[in-house]
């Protein structure tokens, strides 16, 4: 690399049946020069070289950004496609009392709801890069309602009777945040629906949901929170995400259990 920052292609050329130190050369050398002008061939001047690899460079940054642009933009018509039929599923489910996931877990429902029917839609399906015609909601799914910054609905996470969590793929899912209201007047940050649910009942507190410890960080970005109800998560991920929110924390005393 020249000290104006331009880059030249290097070859040595050495005989490995003799001990020599070899031939170093680019195509910059003037040796090099005189042996293309020894052969008959044109020799292009410095700036010509350089000029040519600006553009090359130019041409590959600019492409780029036009695939960055479109891969940004898929991805935004695919969380507006998740978030509409998230909204229907929310606005045609049933309010929950009972479930097979309350119960596994002995918390009760904080407004939550039941999906009564399947809620097909063409979603944008990101590791595999397309869309897809899927069911979205299924039947009987529990729905808690996820909400972004500004307070809009735009994913649910759904949970089956046996646990198993899932969210309206291609859908926002990290930095939303749900809300059990409390009467402490504290309000604490939790991960899951069971762990905070389990915190209020025992607390008062007002519990924030977001959903994974990697959000907890996110979601104390904007919300006015006086302390996370951490996971105590055998490989210290819960302890490590309740400390990137720079608040209080509390943890139960065995590793490997959360407040449930």
Not at 119 to 124: I, K, Q, V, Y
Request: hydrophobic share 45%; glycine share 10%; with cysteine.
């Amino acid at each position: 690399t020249d000290k104006d920052g331009t880059s030249w292609p290097a070859i040595t050329f050495k005989s490995f049946k003799r001990a020599e130190d070899g031939t170093f050369w680019k195509p910059r050398d003037l040796a090099w020069q005189h042996y293309q002008q020894d052969r008959g061939e044109a020799v292009p001047d410095a700036e010509e070289r350089r000029a040519a690899y600006r553009a090359k460079i130019e041409a590959a940054a600019a492409a780029a950004a036009a695939a960055a642009a479109e891969d940004e933009r898929t991805q935004a018509e695919g969380r507006a496609a998740a978030a509409a039929v998230a909204v229907e599923a929310w606005e045609a489910a049933e309010a929950c009392e009972v479930h097979g996931y309350l119960s596994l877990k002995s918390v009760v429902s904080h407004g939550l709801r039941v999906a009564r029917r399947n809620h097909r839609a063409r979603l944008w399906n990101d590791e595999a890069g397309h869309w897809q015609d899927v069911v979205a909601v299924r039947s009987g799914d529990l729905l808690i309602p996820m909400s972004n910054e500004a307070g809009q609905l735009v994913n649910v996470q759904r949970i089956d009777a046996s646990g198993k969590k899932r969210f309206v793929m291609g859908g926002r899912a990290h930095g939303c945040h749900f809300r059990i209201e409390g009467h402490s007047g504290r309000v604490a940050l939790a991960e899951g629906y069971a762990t905070g649910s389990t915190w209020a009942a025992a607390t008062g507190d007002t519990v924030v949901l977001a959903f994974s410890a990697g959000a907890l960080a996110v979601v104390a970005g904007y919300v006015q929170a006086d302390l996370v109800a951490a996971d105590n998560d055998a490989s210290g991920t819960g302890e490590k995400a309740a400390k990137a929110t720079g608040l209080p924390y509390h943890m139960p005393p065995i590793v490997g259990a959360d407040w449930n």
